[in-house]
């Protein structure tokens, strides 16, 4: 079994779309799921990206995927990368895919002089959890992750427009 590590380009776009909703499945959050694939394809591989992504295949077979952007740390006045979504198909866990995926980013993280790799995972993932601490990975349990989203967004938008800049 091979394993590999590639950038996606934008003919991946409907297997991205695909492993997204098999992780909403996974995470129980299916309904959550409300992307209209055009738009997706051109966020990711538009004029502008603001994310990138990368499959984790197995002997030629995609069987995961990672969704990542750059983040900034004011304190380490570096930037960061942050870990969006991270993927492996039940059928492929345990082939290491997951740790590899992780490993290419830490390099990429490296590579691009960045102060971290950071991510959330949902405090139910137990398994996820024990994966991550067992690579090095440290909770930030202090933190308390907060978004604005739907109405409050619009609302919090339309305040910001009136004000001065």
Same mark, same amino acid.
């Given at each position: 079994?091979?394993?590999?590590?590639?950038?996606?380009?934008?003919?991946?776009?409907?297997?991205?779309?695909?492993?997204?909703?098999?992780?909403?499945?996974?995470?129980?959050?299916?309904?959550?799921?409300?992307?209209?694939?055009?738009?997706?394809?051109?966020?990711?591989?538009?004029?502008?990206?603001?994310?990138?992504?990368?499959?984790?295949?197995?002997? +030629?077979?995609?069987? /995961?995927? $990672? @969704?990542?952007? #750059?983040?900034?740390?004011?304190?380490?006045? =570096?930037?960061?990368?942050? *870990?969006?979504?991270?993927?492996?198909?039940?059928?492929?866990? +345990?082939?290491?895919? /997951?740790? $590899? @995926?992780?490993? #290419?980013?830490?390099?990429?993280?490296?590579? =691009?002089?960045?102060?971290? *790799?950071?991510?959330?995972?949902?405090?139910?993932?137990?398994?996820?959890?024990?994966?991550?601490? $067992? @690579?090095?990975?440290?909770?930030?349990?202090?933190?308390?992750?907060?978004?604005?989203?739907?109405?409050?967004?619009?609302?919090?938008?339309?305040?910001?427009?009136?004000?001065?800049?």
């Amino acid at each position: 079994m091979t394993l590999s590590i590639r950038p996606a380009t934008a003919a991946d776009l409907p297997l991205i779309a695909q492993l997204i909703h098999e992780l909403a499945e996974y995470e129980k959050l299916a309904h959550e799921v409300r992307f209209d694939e055009a738009v997706l394809g051109a966020k990711l591989f538009g004029a502008r990206p603001y994310a990138e992504v990368v499959i984790g295949e197995l002997s +030629g077979i995609p069987q /995961g995927f $990672a @969704l990542f952007f #750059h983040n900034f740390s004011t304190f380490e006045g =570096r930037p960061g990368i942050y *870990l969006e979504d991270l993927f492996v198909r039940p059928s492929a866990r +345990g082939s290491g895919l /997951g740790k $590899a @995926l992780l490993s #290419h980013l830490a390099a990429l993280a490296v590579e =691009r002089d960045c102060a971290r *790799l950071e991510w959330s995972v949902l405090d139910w993932n137990a398994p996820a959890i024990g994966f991550y601490q $067992a @690579l090095g990975a440290r909770s930030m349990d202090e933190w308390t992750v907060m978004r604005v989203d739907g109405a409050a967004l619009e609302r919090l938008g339309a305040a910001g427009r009136g004000s001065a800049a």
